[in-house]
């Protein structure tokens, strides 16, 4: 099972996870919060400041991600996998 060994903010809008198998990947916010896996936003168009920050990171268990977003939604839970896909 792959998790994280390591979350570092780098700047104000992203941050940077490296996993257990050593890949390392960084994570713009606002391209989070754009991909936010809650039941509501996926239903419905989300409204995304380019400028949102994290208040606060958080694992979950041994298999997510929370982030209390500055503003907007941040009532999803990212799972490793979908975080896996989506960082650079």
């Known amino acids: 099972m792959i ?5 570092t903010q780098k700047d104000r809008y992203q941050f940077e996870i490296q996993w257990s ?11 989070l919060q754009e991909r936010c896996p809650c039941a509501r936003c996926e239903q ?4 995304v400041n380019p400028a949102v920050m ?4 958080t694992k979950v268990g041994n298999y997510a ?3 209390q977003f500055t503003e907007g939604c941040s009532k ?6 979908l975080l896996r896909e989506i960082g650079s």
């Open 3 to 7: 998790e994280i060994c390591k979350l």
């Open 21 to 31: 198998d050593d890949l390392v990947q960084r994570f713009r916010l606002s391209d």
């Open 65 to 67: 991600l929370k982030i």
């Open 44 to 47: 419905g168009k989300r409204d």
């Open 76 to 81: 999803g839970i990212y799972p490793f996998e």
């Open 54 to 57: 994290a208040m606060k990171l």
